[in-house]
């Protein structure tokens, strides 16, 4: 079975430095792939970056990227010089080859940048 | 290019009542899904369709029914509203259903049943 943990419901961060939103994995599948998604006040989830199991480097998009440690199982979130919009809840999840179309999601965690 | 389009919105319906989610998407993506969202339990799948003519039960179906009209559309019905199902529901697709395809969401409808 597949399992997705976030342990910090929440995080508060200063304007301008960088956060670590944790996720932590459990699988048997070979191969997968880790998603991070942003879920604003809106409503809306907006996916934000994507790491599979075998690349080798850390993944990178703007102010993102994934501290992908496999042995660990951990695939952890850093958003570098935070800014105000990046308030929101924001989601881990993992989608495996055997069990290709489901997404399983952690519970998120609501993320506050302070002024 | 809309992406993945949801009506309604917002719905309140009375236990026992039926109604349907429609979703649709312009992306030409083979995979749809239905989740439902609820306060600390992150996101859980309903149904999906791998693809066009397939559906196919996920985490929580119970109390539901799925369609896969075409390819762009995947409605999500509710045959008899219980309270239990007041939940905020997300339709999403992706291009296929391998482990590194991104699946894009809809914007959610909030359901209220009381």
């Known amino acids: 079975a597949q399992k997705i943990t976030q342990t910090q419901p929440g995080m508060f961060v200063q304007e301008k430095e960088a956060v670590t939103l944790d996720c932590t994995y459990d699988t048997s599948d070979p191969s997968y792939g880790l998603f991070w998604y942003k879920q604003p006040s809106s409503g809306e989830m907006i996916f934000l970056i994507y790491q599979g199991s075998y690349d080798q480097q850390n993944a990178t998009e703007g102010r993102y990227s994934l501290n992908f440690q496999k042995a660990r199982k951990s695939a952890n979130l850093v958003i570098s010089a935070s800014q105000l919009g990046d308030s929101a809840m924001y989601f881990c999840a993992m989608r495996g080859t055997n069990t290709g179309n489901q997404f399983y999601f952690g519970t998120g965690t609501s993320l506050t940048v302070i002024p | 290019n809309a992406g993945v389009t949801q009506t309604p919105k917002f719905q309140v319906l009375k236990t026992g009542q039926s109604m349907t989610l429609q979703c649709a998407q312009d992306?030409?993506?083979?995979?749809m899904y239905w989740y439902r969202q609820d306060p600390g339990m992150g996101l859980r799948l309903i149904y999906y369709?791998?693809?066009?003519?397939?559906?196919d039960k996920g985490e929580v179906p119970n109390g539901y029914n799925v369609s896969r009209l075409n390819k762009r559309e995947f409605s999500l019905r509710l045959e008899s509203a219980a309270p239990s199902q007041t939940s905020v529901y997300f339709c999403?697709?992706?291009?296929?259903?391998?482990?590194?395809?991104?699946?894009?969401f809809g914007p959610g409808t909030r359901l209220l049943v009381l």
């Open positions: 992306m030409n993506h083979n995979s």
């Open positions: 369709s791998a693809s066009e003519g397939t559906t």
């Open positions: 999403a697709s992706s291009s296929g259903p391998g482990y590194q395809e991104t699946q894009y």
